[in-house]
């Protein structure tokens, strides 16, 4: 038996299709939020305007700062995915010695004169950012790690820390142990081999931050 389309129907087939369509929006993937970790002692008390992105100083084909470079990109998305932009991404870190850029760390006198210890920098139309800095080392008493911040105007989205995944150490940290499997994997950094400007041996390595 033949059914017969009328007008009608076929107008509130198109409608509801449409209506369907807006309600549904862009196909975005629901994403975990990454998990939160403390700000730790040596949250910078330098930040200045140009505090950029670059916290070794390339230049001429090397770079200022001792340590394994690192180039630190990724996106920061909202918790159904969609990128946001604007957001203020900071990290920190210990230089290769172990030592950070902060009067209350007591082995300032060792610190990297190369290494500007933090950097920050708002994120593009598409969520990105880039960071060149280095491969983190331990500091004592925590496996290797770089802290972030991300923030929106004067609020505050995430502080966390970054690790460098497979790392042995990784077991052994008390903040990291009160995390299940899953999200201390979400904190994780997988490196590879890459170079900066196309001439200088560098690893690299993607992060996206959920908030």
């Known amino acids: 038996m033949k059914m017969r389309l009328t007008r009608r129907a076929l107008l509130r087939?198109?409608?509801?299709?449409?209506?369907?369509?807006?309600?549904?929006?862009?196909a975005w993937a629901a994403t975990a939020r990454t998990p939160s970790q403390g700000e730790g002692p040596f949250y910078p008390v330098g930040w200045t305007a140009n505090a950029g992105p670059d916290l070794i100083g390339i230049g001429h084909?090397?770079?200022?700062?001792?340590?394994?470079?690192?180039?630190?990109?990724?996106?920061?998305?909202?918790?159904?995915?969609?990128?946001?932009?604007?957001?203020?991404?900071?990290?920190?870190?210990?230089?290769?010695?172990?030592?950070?850029?902060?009067?209350?760390?007591?082995?300032?006198?060792?610190?990297?004169?190369?290494?500007?210890?933090?950097?920050?920098?708002?994120?593009d139309l598409?969520?990105?950012?880039?960071?060149?800095?280095?491969?983190?080392?331990?500091?004592?008493?925590?496996?290797?790690?770089?802290?972030?911040?991300?923030?929106?105007?004067?609020?505050?989205?995430?502080t966390t820390q970054l690790y460098l995944k497979g790392n042995p150490s990784n077991r052994r940290d008390g903040l990291l142990s009160f995390l299940g499997p899953g999200r201390r994997a979400a904190l994780m950094l997988a490196l590879r081999e890459s170079v900066l400007h196309g001439r200088i041996p560098a690893m690299a390595a993607t992060f996206d931050f959920v908030v």
């Open 13 to 26: 087939g198109v409608g509801a299709g449409v209506f369907a369509g807006a309600v549904r929006g862009p």
């Open 61 to 123: 084909g090397a770079v200022r700062a001792s340590g394994q470079p690192l180039a630190l990109s990724g996106r920061v998305l909202d918790a159904v995915g969609r990128p946001l932009a604007g957001v203020r991404v900071e990290i920190w870190q210990c230089d290769h010695r172990g030592v950070y850029r902060h009067p209350r760390d007591r082995g300032r006198g060792r610190v990297d004169a190369g290494f500007r210890g933090f950097g920050a920098m708002s994120t």
């Open 126 to 158: 598409e969520g990105g950012f880039t960071f060149h800095t280095i491969v983190p080392v331990p500091y004592p008493g925590r496996p290797p790690h770089i802290h972030a911040k991300l923030k929106r105007g004067s609020q505050e989205l995430l």
